[in-house]
C-alpha cells in the first residue's frame, strides 16, 4: 500500500494562477481532508469529505474548491492564487465508524509558494 | 469561543526522565481526542486515541489521560530518548471533524 499521495510536493505560483493539488489514497477510507499548516501552528482544516459525492467547507474554505468523484482522489483546487496561501498543505484519510473519525493518514504534504 | 491549548510552544527534558505535554480545550464537547507526532518536513502521524469514556490508554511508553471534567488530555513518554524529539499534536473530535492544537515541539537531550 501506497497510503496517501500528494502532489506536487513543491509549487511556486504567481498571483492570479490557479493550480490543483492532488491527493489519492488505496486505503479505500471513507473521509479524507485538506489541511495547511502555517510555520509554528496547527492543522486548520479547508474542506472536507464523507465519501464520493460528498464534500463540506472546514476552518478556512475561501479560496478553495474540492471534488471527490472516486474513493481514492480528492484534489484541491486554487482558485486565484494568493500569497496568503503560501502555506504547506496535508491530505490526509481515515476510515469512519459511525461518525466517529478514527486515526488519519497524511500525505508528505506539498510545500506551496505564492508570489 | 472554542479553544485548543497545548503548553509551552517547546519543552526541553533530560534523556531517560519523563515527558509531559498538557492539551486543554473550552468549548469542546469531543468525544474522543488523539495525539500525533510530526516531525519537520513530514506529515503527522497517528500514535494514540482516547475516547471519553476512557480515562487512560497506554501503547509501549506512551500513556494518555483525558479528563473531560478538567476539558484536559496528558500525554506521557517515560523513559524518553533523543529519537522522540519531535512536535506533538493533540486533535480533538468537533462534530465528526479533527481540530488541531498548535502543538508542543519535545527536545530530548542525551
Known amino acids: 500500500n501506497a497510503g496517501v499521495t500528494q502532489t506536487p510536493k513543491f509549487q511556486v505560483l504567481k498571483t492570479g494562477q490557479s493550480m490543483t493539488l492532488q491527493c489519492a489514497q488505496d486505503m479505500n477510507h471513507e473521509y479524507m481532508s485538506w489541511y495547511r499548516q502555517d510555520p509554528g501552528m496547527g492543522l486548520r482544516l479547508i474542506h472536507y469529505?464523507?465519501?464520493?459525492?460528498?464534500?463540506d467547507q472546514g476552518e478556512v474554505p475561501n479560496g478553495y474548491n474540492v471534488s471527490r468523484s472516486t474513493t481514492e482522489d480528492f484534489p484541491l483546487r486554487l482558485l486565484s492564487a494568493a500569497p496568503s496561501q503560501t502555506s504547506v498543505y496535508f491530505c490526509?484519510?481515515?476510515?469512519?465508524?459511525?461518525?466517529?473519525?478514527?486515526?488519519?493518514?497524511f500525505g508528505q504534504g506539498t510545500r506551496l509558494t505564492v508570489v | 469561543s472554542q479553544k485548543i491549548e497545548q503548553n509551552s510552544e517547546a519543552l526541553n527534558i533530560q534523556e531517560g526522565k519523563t515527558a509531559t505535554l498538557t492539551c486543554n480545550y473550552t468549548n469542546y464537547s469531543p468525544a474522543y481526542l488523539q495525539w500525533y507526532r510530526q516531525d519537520p518536513g513530514r506529515g503527522p502521524v497517528f500514535l494514540l486515541l482516547?475516547?471519553?469514556?476512557?480515562k487512560e490508554k497506554r501503547k509501549e511508553r506512551l500513556k494518555v489521560t483525558f479528563d473531560t471534567t478538567l476539558k484536559q488530555s496528558l500525554f506521557h513518554i517515560t523513559a524518553s530518548q533523543p529519537a522522540d524529539s519531535a512536535t506533538y499534536l493533540c486533535a480533538l473530535d468537533n462534530a465528526g471533524k479533527s481540530t488541531f492544537g498548535d502543538g508542543t515541539t519535545l527536545t530530548v537531550k542525551p
Open positions: 482516547i475516547r471519553e469514556n476512557e
Open positions: 490526509a484519510s481515515s476510515y469512519l465508524q459511525g461518525i466517529m473519525n478514527t486515526e488519519a493518514f
Open positions: 469529505s464523507v465519501g464520493a459525492g460528498i464534500t
